[in-house]
């Protein structure tokens, strides 16, 4: 690797975030090179659920959480889970978690998110056109189901709070579920249907298309994995753990759910953990599927992908290091064949992936404490892919010292 300081950036990571920011600043004029241990798509949004969940407003601490919690962790394979071997190592997250449930932070993390999933929603088609990808947006909305007029009910007061943001939805009985999207379980008795929530064909061929965009327009992908960031005079010195060094002008950190790991070596301790998530991705064949459903009370969603039929969801808090626990994604697959009678369950792929998750359910989005040279990107949690076009935005005004388009105080990666 070179030792004089080139003039542009290097993203390092080339998931949704660390890509959507370097076509953002590659569109700005900057010369900018993607470094990735692995090459594009490699992470959590390859595999993840596809939705643009802009009016997912709420952050996941809120009180509502810490209700269904006790119930989601007496289940091993339900919707919450912390692997015994990990409980210690994630206490001190959790109980940020629970701090940041208080009623005045939940008030001021949906007005951070509000802001962000707006900017992301404007953002979003202007970039899907210039990336070429247009054809690649659904808007089919999603319906999330109850089992009981109690379930609808217990959910009211989330959806006044979206009310109050402008978001519309439409609260339905079983026979006008019945009308949108045929063949749920007569268990599901209530609905909301939310027409803002759209969706992407499939987020790995998304994500993909998107490196070659940046290709087509002269940026450099290359392989490497990062161990180090170093400020030098007039730059920045990144190691990689092949023992080289190069040196660049500025950096964006995009490394998902390892960025805390390469923050840490500018001296920056940031509390990010992953919330693992599992999914089967079935055939297309599998399910005459309208929509995005939401099983809200079992946490998983099914997704109509050009790919496939994709059954996932569920949070473990089980760090970097664990093997996955398939089991996971069989446990959800069983539920989804009693919840959509009709579901051919075979020939399905399982997968496993790490949300970037910071307690506070807001991502990390601002400069480094050390220099002002490193910008940070990650931290997205369940919402990397629909927040991706807002992120990048900002970061662009980042790296050009432009005033951003919101207020990213909330953002702050040194908020903790
Ligand atoms: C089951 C599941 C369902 C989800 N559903 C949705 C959804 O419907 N909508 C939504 O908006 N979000 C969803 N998410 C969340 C979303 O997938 C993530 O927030 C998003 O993908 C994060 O993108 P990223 O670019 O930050 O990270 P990643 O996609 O993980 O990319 C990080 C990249 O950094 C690279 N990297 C890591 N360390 C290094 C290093 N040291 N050196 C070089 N490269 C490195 C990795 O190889 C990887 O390519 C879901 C997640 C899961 C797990």
Redesign the pocket.
């Known amino acids: 690797m070179k030792t004089e300081i080139e003039p542009g950036i290097v993203v390092?990571?080339?998931?949704?975030?660390?890509l959507s920011a370097a076509i953002a600043a590659q569109a700005r004029g900057l010369p900018v090179t993607v470094?990735?241990?692995?090459g594009p798509a490699?992470?959590?949004?390859a595999?993840?659920?596809?939705?643009f969940?802009f009016t997912d407003i709420l952050p996941l601490a809120s009180p509502g959480i810490l209700k269904k919690a006790p119930k989601w962790l007496l289940d091993p394979l339900g919707p919450l889970s912390v692997p015994p071997s990990y409980a210690l190592r994630i206490a001190p997250w959790m109980f940020r978690f629970w701090r940041a449930c208080s009623a005045s932070r939940v008030a001021h993390s949906t007005a951070a998110q509000t802001a962000l999933m707006d900017l992301s929603r404007a953002e979003l088609e202007p970039f899907l056109g210039e990336t070429g990808t247009v054809a690649m947006l659904r808007k089919d909305g999603n319906l999330q189901v109850y089992e009981s007029q109690g379930e609808l009910d217990a959910s009211l007061p989330g959806w006044e709070a979206r009310a109050r943001h402008g978001i519309e939805f439409r609260h339905m009985d079983a026979a006008e579920m019945a009308e949108i999207q045929p063949g749920l379980a007569a268990r599901f008795t209530h609905g909301t249907f939310t027409p803002g929530w759209y969706s992407i064909a499939d987020p790995k061929l998304y994500t993909l298309a998107l490196a070659d965009h940046f290709r087509a327009r002269g940026g450099m992908i290359e392989h490497?994995?990062?161990s180090g960031l170093t400020p030098v005079e007039g730059g920045m010195e990144i190691a990689t753990i092949d023992g080289r060094t190069r040196r660049v002008a500025h950096v964006v950190l995009?490394?998902?759910?390892?960025s805390h790991r390469?923050a840490r070596t500018l001296g920056e301790s940031i509390p990010l953990e992953t919330e693992r998530?599992?999914?089967t991705t079935l055939p297309p064949d599998a399910f005459d599927l309208r929509m995005q459903v939401t099983f809200g009370g079992h946490g998983f969603v099914v997704t109509r992908l050009s790919t496939g039929i994709r059954v996932?969801?569920a949070v473990e808090l089980g760090g970097l290091e664990l093997p996955p626990n398939f089991r996971r994604s069989q446990a959800m697959l069983e539920k989804a064949r009693q919840f959509l009678p009709g579901l051919k369950p075979e020939g399905g792929v399982q997968w496993m992936?790490?949300?970037?998750s910071l307690p506070d359910s807001l991502p990390a989005i601002g400069r480094a404490r050390a220099t002002e040279r490193v910008v940070y990107a990650?931290g997205?949690?369940?919402?990397?892919?629909?927040q991706s076009a807002g992120t990048a935005r900002l970061i662009a005004e980042l790296l050009t010292d432009r005033k951003t388009a919101i207020d990213i105080s909330a953002f702050s990666p040194q908020r903790f």
Do not use: C, K, M, Q
Not at 47 to 51: I, M, Q, S, V
Not at 254 to 258: D, E
């Open positions: 390092i990571g080339a998931g949704v975030v660390g470094l990735d241990r692995e490699a992470g959590a949004s595999g993840n659920a596809g939705a969940a490497a994995e990062v995009a490394a998902g759910a390892f390469i998530g599992y999914n996932g969801g992936g790490f949300r970037p990650f997205h949690g369940h919402l990397g892919l629909t």
